[in-house]
């Protein structure tokens, strides 16, 4: 994929979240279908998609099953400030809520969201090889996917919540963004045992599966945090070294 199209979805978000503060879609009206936006940004349904999974994640729209999506009424849950949390807090907390999300996504997951999640398992891969769009773009789309396959509002509001710290916290974005790329192969054969017991409808493995997940995550991240802190003491020993051989050659 060309480096120019990589984030063609986010200004397609963009141009939405646009007409919504302009007033063209109102709050609580319909947006056009995913066909018409497609026609109108001459792009594929799959990127509108994957706009309207951004919009739903930043609070703008709602996503109603078998209705369609309309811009929320009320942004004040979904603009609201973000509690300043660590990557270590928000992390606890994906793996307490997504891996009962999973569980209960293996119960009532359609086989249209199986496809949707073998896709992106599939972007993944490609993603390894160079030969997609990033891995942050697909996980989320993946986890939120799951989330909605729950098929309760509720667990789909908290997941996209939780993405919106890991997505949109300076601090929090940055400590992932170290972890993920630099395990993007276990991450991306974690995301499919994930995907191979949700296709199997089995919720013990799919609720283990991520769990493991987050385990490994928060593992990765402790290990950073101790190399960060090696690195640290290692410089201020070696300034101290130059000043303490600085003085005594005075």
């Known amino acids: 994929m ?7 979805y ?13 007033g063209e879609y109102p709050a609580g009206t319909r947006l056009p279908g995913e066909r018409e936006l497609a026609e ?3 792009v594929s349904r799959v990127t509108i998609r ?5 919009l739903e994640a930043q609070g703008y729209i709602v996503v109603k099953t078998g209705s369609g999506v309309y811009v929320r009424k009320d942004r004040s849950v979904g603009g609201r400030p973000l ?3 660590s990557a270590f807090e928000l992390t606890t907390a994906r793996s307490v809520i997504e891996a009962e999300a999973a569980a209960l996504a293996a119960v009532n997951i359609s086989d249209a969201e199986i496809s949707e999640l073998e896709r992106l398992i599939n972007g993944m891969a490609e ?15 993946f986890h939120l996917t799951i989330a909605k396959a729950t098929a309760n509002p509720a667990v789909e509001f908290l997941v996209i919540q939780l993405w919106r710290m890991r997505s949109e916290l300076p601090r929090v974005r940055e400590v992932y963004a170290g972890v993920c790329d630099a395990n993007a192969t276990s991450r991306a054969a974690e995301h499919r045992t994930i995907f191979e017991a949700l296709k199997r409808r089995d919720s013990t493995a799919a609720r283990i599966a991520m769990r493991d997940h987050f385990h490994r995550l928060f593992e990765t991240m402790l290990v950073a945090r101790e190399d960060a802190a090696l ?4 410089r201020s020993l070696g300034e101290d070294r130059q000043r303490f051989l600085q003085a005594t050659h005075i």
């Open 2 to 8: 060309e480096p120019g199209k990589t984030r063609l």
């Open 10 to 22: 986010q200004g397609i978000a963009q141009a939405i979240i646009d007409r919504i503060a302009g």
């Open 40 to 42: 109108e940004f001459d």
């Open 50 to 54: 994957e706009a309207e999974i951004a």
């Open 83 to 85: 509690p300043d949390v």
């Open 127 to 141: 993603e390894d090889a160079g030969k997609s769009k990033s891995s942050e773009d697909l996980d989320q789309a």
């Open 231 to 234: 690195a640290e003491l290692r």
